[in-house]
């Protein structure tokens, strides 16, 4: 018998090859009932291939995958209690919004009434607020309500698992933030577990109750979202999540907390994995972690001088590219109030950049 805190789905040392090519090597995962997971990663990273083997699309070349605990390699993708939305949403053109939801409905064995199809159908439109929407063609649809009838037809069955592949893609950034908010929404008033396949880190950062960060076919890291933005344990992780300046240096003294020489200037910070004396590594400082000044630095801080290169205005607040003549070129976001306080920086004027003592992080450069 299954409990409600067993996991809900599992990969056990699932590896996929095509050849020689090795999409997904050796991943072992476990899905917790209810949340939502995200698999994030660039092109070629495993994490599409990881989702197929969960749906059923493809069969892992060794290890398994697990449905309520019980084994499902083989077990079709018809016959698993999942459903998928994929990138282009893959609606019947030639049929309504009605009747590409009511499609795997019908396919049911044995057959359900009608009344029941149209039911079913009207709760999943009015659960993705598309009420007497019902008699449109798709082509009437705008994108965001064709990602709503995706979802209306991929919930109609009440899966286990509903698994997400990129379905944002094609939306414009304003309505893909609205998306991001109904999908939420949903999962929480459903219950569903969610699995998200993204290459998109703000997308995943905002959704998502777990992260697994993937590299060349293997998961790097899984936390959630703010653990892997203020702990990663690569500096691949970091540099994917977020965005993060790395300084370069050598390692003086190892520890939970490591001394590391960069320009000649020692700088210190929590080192998340073990390094040794003598080792190549960076300081990871996080853009809206080091401040701007006209004027020096104050005393508790470590500032360099810098020379403005570049401003970008983003609302909220300012993001700046610096230059300094040992550390190189660098980001500083600024936030509006502190630029009201501080007052603007223009390109090609001097400033002074600083962060506190003991800020970001020490990783290996490997």
Not at 76 to 97: C, D
Not at 242 to 251: D, Q
Not at 284 to 292: T, V
């Amino acid at each position: 018998m299954v409990g409600q805190n067993d996991p809900i789905a599992e990969l056990r040392s699932a590896s996929k090859h095509y050849g020689a090519v090795i999409a997904a090597d050796n991943v072992s995962l476990t899905i917790r009932r209810g949340e939502f997971l995200s698999f994030l990663g660039p092109s070629g990273c495993g994490k599409t291939t990881a989702l197929r083997m969960l749906a059923g699309f493809e069969v892992p070349t060794s290890g398994d995958v697990l449905l309520d605990g019980q084994r499902v390699n083989e077990l079709p993708a018809y016959r698993r209690p999942i459903n998928m939305v994929f990138q282009h949403y893959a609606l019947f053109p030639h049929l309504s919004v009605f009747d590409n939801i009511a499609y795997g409905l019908r396919q049911q064995r044995p057959r359900l009434e009608k009344a029941a199809i149209a039911q079913a159908v009207d709760k999943a439109l009015d659960t993705v607020r598309l009420p007497d929407y019902g008699a449109r063609r798709i082509h009437e649809m705008s994108g965001g309500q064709q990602q709503r009838v995706a979802l209306a037809r991929a919930i109609v069955n009440e899966p286990k698992l509903l698994l997400l592949d990129e379905p944002m893609a094609a939306l414009d950034k304003k309505l893909r933030r609205d998306m991001q908010i109904e999908l939420q929404t949903l999962q929480r008033k459903l219950g569903i577990t969610f699995v998200l396949v993204t290459h998109d880190q703000e997308e995943a950062l905002s959704m998502s109750d777990r992260i697994c960060v993937m590299q060349g076919g293997k998961i790097v890291q899984i936390g959630s979202p703010r653990d892997l933005y203020d702990r990663p344990n690569t500096r691949y992780v970091a540099d994917f999540v977020g965005k993060t300046n790395f300084f370069h240096g050598v390692v003086t003294a190892a520890g939970a907390i490591c001394h590391i020489e960069i320009a000649g200037q020692a700088r210190s910070a929590a080192a998340p994995k073990a390094l040794v004396v003598g080792q190549a590594a960076s300081l990871c400082l996080r853009p809206e972690q080091i401040s701007l000044h006209h004027a020096p630095s104050p005393e508790n801080r470590a500032g360099v001088p810098v020379t403005i290169s570049a401003r970008i205005f983003l609302g909220e607040h300012t993001e700046y590219l610096v230059q300094n003549a040992d550390l190189g070129a660098f980001l500083v976001l600024v936030p509006r109030q502190a630029e009201a306080v501080e007052g603007a920086f223009e390109p090609g004027q001097k400033a002074q950049a600083s962060w506190q003592d003991g800020a970001g992080l020490i990783l290996g450069n490997t």
